[in-house]
């Protein structure tokens, strides 16, 4: 390929990813590993038995009853929420991830109660190269050479987080930007000035250590 078709081919990599066009996650097998746990669905019914969920798939986990039975395919749209290896995961409703140049949304998505308290923070990691159009441009760079393949191939391979806060039993959510974290954070807390205060001058207090912040702030609450 060209230098001007792979420079082409990250043109319109990138114009897509600005357009938000909508993807849906790719249908990768979660690795056959089972553990113990439950999910239940929809409509509130409870199931104990077997899950294996890849920590980057965020739209299915595969569910047994038994190990050899076979396995049932689990989406967002027919479960609430589950649990396996002492974790805990929800379905989000309209949710949208990001890195860097590239975007998608989704109707539904399972996210990873990480701190639960009065504000609740909620994670999705993902693989761009895994999600969508991205697994196809991320299999196209490895036949484009020079700067141009590097650059899609470095995107699509990086692990990703999104993160979530919800108040309460509220039904939105505020997804977290790197960019404007501190604004974001300092206005959700707004009524814990102690660590407003921390956020605005200590620079341990960034994005990085969102977990640590959200308990801080869940545990002034109680």
């Excluded at 039975?69 to 929800?90: L, N």
């Excluded at 109707?107 to 761009?128: C, H, M, N, W």
């Excluded at 196209?140 to 999104?162: C, D, I, P, R, W």
Aim: a negative charge.
């Amino acid at each position: 390929m060209t230098h001007f078709s792979t420079a082409v081919l990250l043109s319109i990599t990138m114009m897509t990813a600005f357009m938000g066009e909508k993807t849906l996650a790719s249908d990768h097998k979660p690795k056959d590993k089972y553990l113990q746990g439950y999910y239940y669905d929809s409509q509130g019914h409870k199931f104990e038995g077997l899950i294996a969920k890849d920590d980057l798939n965020f739209q299915f986990f595969l569910f047994k009853k038994h190990l050899g039975d076979s396995a049932q395919k689990i989406e967002p749209g027919s479960c609430d929420s589950f649990v396996v290896d002492h974790r805990s995961f929800h379905t989000l409703n309209d949710v949208t991830i990001k890195a860097i140049v590239w975007w998608a949304h989704f109707d539904k998505a399972f996210a990873e109660l990480v701190t639960d308290g009065p504000v609740q923070l909620y994670s999705i990691r993902f693989e761009p190269g895994k999600q969508g159009y991205m697994h196809y441009v991320a299999i196209a760079s490895n036949f484009t050479g020079g700067l141009a393949g590097q650059a899609v191939g470095m995107l699509a391979g990086k692990e990703n987080a999104s993160y979530f806060l919800r108040r309460g039993q509220d039904t939105t959510y505020l997804r977290i930007e790197k960019k404007t974290f501190t604004d974001q954070i300092t206005g959700y807390l707004q009524d814990d000035t102690t660590l407003v205060q921390k956020l605005r001058q200590n620079p341990d207090y960034s994005i990085h250590n969102i977990e640590l912040i959200i308990a801080e702030y869940d545990q002034d609450k109680r």
